[in-house]
Each structure stands twice: as C-alpha cells, then as structure tokens.
C-alpha cells in the first residue's frame, strides 16, 4: 500500500467533511467574489458618470446622444422602454406555447413522443444567439418589410427573443407540472375528472409558482440577450410608437458603441450596464420568491 | 483535534486568502478583458516585444498585438499571417474593436500598433500615423432600386428626412428606408464630414454597427440606402448580394477612382504608433507599406496609397 492511500485510510470521517467543506467553501468564496467584482468594476467605471453627469440627467434626458459635444444628451428611459417592451412581449409571445408543450410532454403526447419533442426544445434552446439574430435579419426582416417598412422593429426583436426563451419556459414549466405529487392526480382521477379537467384544477394550479418562476427565469435570459437584437431590433432610441417602430435596447446599446466609446460616453455605458444589472436583480428576486416556496 | 487535521485546516485557510489576493489583483488591472467586445488576453499583451526585443543583427522574434478598426482588421490579419510565414519566432495578434479601440490601446500600451480607419484627430497628436491602404465610403441601395443617380443634395436631404419617398427621386413608390451608422463609427464620420450633416440632424429608420449588418439590411429591403466601405461592397457585389452602389458626384465608387483621388469619399486606413519603435513593429510596418503586400490590399478591394 502506497503512504498515501495508507494515510487516507487512517483518516477519520470528520477529517475527509473537513477538508471537502473547507475545498467548496473557498470555490463558492471565489465563485461568489467574482459576481461581487465585476459589480465594484462596473461602478467604478460608471462612477465618473454618475458624478459628472449625474443620475437626474440620466432620466430626464429625452435622447441618447453622448457624442454631441456640449450638446450631448444621456437619456437612458428610451432604451430601458425599449428593453422591457422586447422582453415582455416575447414573455407574452412565448409563455402560451411554451407552456402547452410542456402540457403536451406532460399529459398528451405518447412516451416516444414526447421524449422528442423534448429533445427539439432543448436543441432550440442550445442554438446560438447570433444566429437567431442571422435568421432574424434575412428571413424575418424582409417579410416584416413588406407588412410595413422599415422591417427591422419592436415586433422583429419580440418574435426572435421568442423563440429563444421558448426552451426555458417549455422545459422550467415541464419540471413544475412533473413536481405536482402523482396522488393529486389520482384523487382527480378517483373523484371522476377527465384530462383537462385534472389538469385545469389540479396540476396547473399547484404548479403555478414554478411556471411563474420559469417565466421570470426567460425574462433574465431576454433582457440581457443582445447579438440578435442588435440585428433586428433597428436600433433607433426611441420609445416605440407602434410594434412595427425600431426600438434599441440598452443591451444592443452597449454593444453597438463600447468599441468607439471613450472617457465620458465610455463611463455613461457602464451606467446604462449597472441599470441592467439592477433591473435583473429584481427580476431575479422576484423569481427567487416563488421558487422557494415551491419547494415546500 | 488531531495535528493533521489542524496542518489541513489551515492549508484551507491559507487557499481562500490566496483566492482573495488573486481576486484584488485583478480588480487592480483595468479594462482588460471586461470591456472588449473581442477579448484579448492579459498580461503577455502588455508592451509586446520590449521584454525581448531582438538585438540588430539577430532574427526577428517576439509577440505584436495589433488592435482596432474592424475594416483594417481582416487586411492586418492577411498580412500578420504573410509576415509570420517569413519570420518563424514571430507572433502577431490581431484583434477587432474599432478606430479609437486602437488608438486608446496604442496610447496605453495594451497594442503595439494600432489600426485606424480615419485621420488621426487633433487630440491623438502624440501618435504617428503610417498609412497603408486607401478606402472609399459609398451609399448602397437595393439591386432592385431604379434610382441610379445621387447628387449630394438628394443624399442630404434623404439623411434629414426631407424626401420620404422614392417616387421624388425617380423611383418606385416606397418610402425611403434611411440606414445611419452607430455613434463613433469611423465610416458614420466619414460620411458626415463629406455631406456636411451632423448627426443629430439625421432622421435614420434604422441603425447598424457593422459594414455587413449594413449589407444585409440593404439586402433584405427593396427601399433602404446604406453607406458603408467600397472594399466590402464590391466583394458582395461579385458574391450576387441583392446590393448596387450609388455613384458620387458622378464618379462611379471604383478601386481606380479611389486610387485616382477621382472619388470624393475617401479615408485612409492607418497604422497607429506611440513614440519610439522596436525592431518587430519596424519591421512589420515597413513589410505592410512595401511592394510584398499589394496584391493583399488588392484582394480586400482597398487601394495601394502612391508611394
């Protein structure tokens, strides 16, 4: 026996809890102060923003317009409006279908069925992002187009985040409907209730949290998507008129101008940045509620 | 508790204070990696070459990284691999993120050369400019569009929003799809300098970052103009992209023209350097403004500047 493996051996229970308890501890230590740093970076790039320009300006400011010299103008309420338009409308776009396939995988389909209809979710949600956007830009554009110019808009950008926060909530909604105890439904079945009445009353209303959790979960995921809605979106700062209008996103936003940015304007995109942050922040508190309770 | 347990305990202790310092390092390096859109790794980027710059005589060796402007990119990127071919120790990085990208990184000393595709401003006096290719800006609408024609005023007043409709100009009964570029561009300055507009005059249907998110655009839109780099379009032109360019000035956007000075929209496309220079970036430069590299410009649509 090597003295290593004779060593280990010789350790007590206690010593191996130890040793596994000290090892994680610092990988969450590290894993948590990474979050916390970029945070402090992105404040303290933000900082000669807020201090010079100021957060009033940032919200009252009608336009984004940070290279204008003397006239330049901060407004991020634009391209907050334009952020929560997109994303709740693929929130509303995406949330009927995604929950009916998890009904579908759950209820309705066969076994074989629904393994594949499953797999065809979670292959859409592995598709990157970018060409989403692609397809967006010469498929979707152009039909748009021809509906009503200029084609790329608030109703391309809602279509596209859609179809890629679908995934997220078929599959968070499928795992609530599974969590549903079986002698719930047995009791539906025992007191004479059809399918649809069993799930109507019973399944949907006990999981409800969790698909609720779900949608909050692809809202995270569509606010802070940027590659393709830089692509569809128009990115004109506006808040949208119609659904039809081009609207820019803080995210598309950031990545449209952080290359050129420099001093002031660079310092005004990080600001934009943490306002994202901030808003996911309470989207995720808001998702965290329910999950818990969830649980119980 | 037994001496082992104590002896690991505080190994365990000893590992978190050595993530933590590793951490507050790293808070100490600003904008690298976090804020580039491309990514660039650290530490070995910082002044590359001057840690082992060759003496005269010995072969070159040693790592340049090249920042900045997306449309030189791919042209330093073909000519980077030519002059690796050449010089085996030699390894050049290339990397995207726009004129003044390159320009603040060759100010800080994250790049060794910097890639620009405008004039230098006045404020970026300290640096030297070494101009390697000439490019021209042009508008873009659809293949399909009857307008064949431009004058700078119908270009303006398109830009102010003043004409709506294609039918003003000749053309079918669409209305004008107007494509500016985003804040900071190179190309948007470019075109703003030579039809005397200013930014926020322009009434644009839809913004774009990239010459080919430009292209695409167009190319999906019977009713739209565009402006972006000759080099790209005449590539998608041959390529079948549903895309026509409008002639300036009546001057038709060609590498002749551009090389001729015929073409009113021109910009130089710049390599960027700060103070004094090591043998690799010597070199290198040297390699991009000589004959060895024209057929490289040639293929990318720029045009050679007259030496």
Redesign the interface.
């Given at each position: 026996m090597s003295p290593i493996s004779l060593r280990l051996s010789i350790l007590s229970r206690r010593t191996v809890d130890l040793i596994a308890g000290r090892w994680f501890c610092a990988t969450a230590v590290l894993a948590a102060s990474i979050v916390l740093l970029i945070l402090v970076f992105v404040v303290r790039e933000a900082s000669s923003a807020l201090s010079d320009i100021g957060v009033v300006r940032f919200l009252t400011d009608d336009t984004w317009r940070p290279t204008a010299g003397a006239k330049a103008s901060y407004g991020i309420i634009p391209m907050l409006a334009g952020s929560l338009f997109v994303t709740s409308g693929a929130v509303i776009v995406a949330g009927v279908p995604g929950v009916l396939s998890a009904l579908l995988i759950r209820f309705y389909a066969p076994p074989f069925l629904a393994t594949i209809h499953r797999r065809v979710i979670e292959l859409l949600a592995g598709v990157p992002s970018v060409v989403f956007g692609f397809w967006g830009l010469v498929v979707l554009v152009p039909i748009i187009n021809r509906l009503h110019p200029p084609g790329q808009s608030l109703l391309a950008g809602i279509l596209i985040l859609s179809l890629m926060i679908l995934p997220t909530i078929a599959l968070t909604a499928e795992a609530a409907l599974r969590g549903v105890p079986a002698s719930y439904s047995s009791a539906a079945a025992a007191l004479g209730m059809g399918r649809w009445a069993t799930i109507w009353n019973v399944s949907l209303p006990v999981a409800r949290r969790g698909i609720l959790a779900g949608f909050l979960l692809a809202a995270t995921r569509a606010i802070g998507e940027t590659m393709a809605v830089v692509m569809v979106c128009g990115n004109i700062v506006q808040v949208p008129d119609s659904l039809f209008a081009p609207v820019r996103t803080v995210t598309a936003n950031i990545a449209m101008e952080m290359g050129d940015a420099q001093a002031e304007h660079r310092s005004a995109l990080f600001l934009t940045g943490l306002a994202l942050m901030v808003l996911v922040a309470l989207f995720l508190i808001a998702a965290g509620g329910p999950r818990r309770s969830e649980v119980s | 508790m037994?001496p082992?347990?104590k002896h690991?305990?505080r190994i365990?202790?000893l590992?978190?204070v050595a993530?933590?310092g590793l951490?507050a390092g790293?808070?100490g390096l600003?904008a690298i990696g976090?804020?580039s859109?491309e990514g660039r790794d650290s530490s070995s980027d910082l002044m590359p070459g001057t840690s082992n710059a060759p003496k005269p005589l010995s072969p070159l060796s040693g790592k340049l990284t090249i920042t900045g402007s997306?449309t030189v990119a791919p042209l330093a990127a073909e000519m980077a691999t030519r002059f690796e071919q050449r010089h085996r120790d030699v390894r050049i990085d290339v990397q995207?993120?726009?004129?003044?990208?390159g320009i603040?990184d060759v100010q800080s000393g994250l790049a060794g050369i910097g890639m620009a595709s405008r004039q230098l401003s006045p404020f970026e006096a300290g640096l030297t400019a070494h101009r390697i290719a000439v490019d021209g800006v042009c508008l873009i609408v659809h293949k399909t569009n009857p307008v064949m024609t431009l004058t700078d005023e119908q270009v303006v007043a398109i830009y102010r929003g003043q004409v709506s409709n294609w039918s003003e100009l000749g053309g079918a009964d669409?209305?004008v799809?107007v494509v500016n570029k985003?804040?900071?561009?190179?190309t948007l300055e470019v075109f703003l300098n030579h039809f005397g507009l200013d930014?926020?005059e322009i009434k644009?249907?839809?913004?774009?970052?990239e010459n080919q998110?430009g292209i695409?655009?167009v190319?999906?839109?019977p009713?739209?103009i565009a402006y972006v780099s000759i080099g790209t379009v005449s590539a998608e032109v041959e390529r079948g992209t549903a895309i026509r360019s409008v002639p300036a000035g009546n001057v038709a956007p060609t590498s002749e023209n551009v090389a001729s000075g015929l073409y009113p929209i021109t910009r130089p496309l710049l390599f960027v350097t700060n103070g004094e220079l090591n043998d690799l970036q010597t070199a290198f430069i040297e390699f991009a403004q000589s004959p060895d590299v024209t057929d490289l410009i040639e293929a990318q649509y720029f045009v050679p500047p007259n030496r």
């Open positions: - | 037994s082992l347990s690991l305990r365990s202790t590992a978190v993530f933590c951490l790293c808070e600003p976090v804020t859109s997306s995207t993120g726009g004129s003044s990208r603040i669409l209305p799809v985003a804040a900071g561009r190179a930014n926020a644009a249907d839809i913004i774009v970052g998110q695409k655009t190319a999906g839109n009713s739209a």
